[in-house]
């Protein structure tokens, strides 16, 4: 079953890549653990993990990749019983800007003078 997971990711990259050139690719699938790592031509690297902890799987791996700005990522994560971690440096995601000071100042009021009850 791992080694479907485990393949279903690679070709998930290789996919979204099709005019990427492979330059290596590596996997080592056992009963209790595995390993495997891929790099393509443009810029995308992966690698990950994992070994049976009990009943649980422990995972860790990283991706990199050049984003459309131009700017390199990197993502380490960790993936066990307690769910999905990520360490990553930058954020991913676009960070909303602040909220202007009469909105709070608006919520406030209304938190301090709720609607008469019927």
């Not at 279903?8 to 099709?18: D, K, T």
């Not at 590596?26 to 393509?40: G, I, M, P, R, T």
Request: glycine share 6%; charged share 20%; hydrophobic share 35%.
């Amino acid at each position: 079953m791992k080694f479907f997971i485990v393949l279903a990711c690679v070709l998930a990259v290789v996919a979204a890549n099709e005019d990427a050139e492979v330059l290596r690719s590596e996997s080592q699938v056992n009963v209790e653990d595995f390993k495997y790592a891929l790099e393509l031509g443009n810029s995308v690297k992966t690698q990950q993990e994992g070994s049976l902890n009990g009943e649980n799987w422990v995972v860790k791996g990283s991706y990199e990749f050049t984003s459309p700005e131009g700017e390199q990522v990197s993502v380490q994560y960790t993936a066990d019983e307690n769910g999905y971690h990520v360490d990553s440096a930058q954020p991913l995601l676009p960070t909303p800007p602040p909220i202007p000071e009469h909105i709070l100042k608006a919520i406030e009021y209304i938190n301090a003078h709720p609607p008469p009850t019927q």
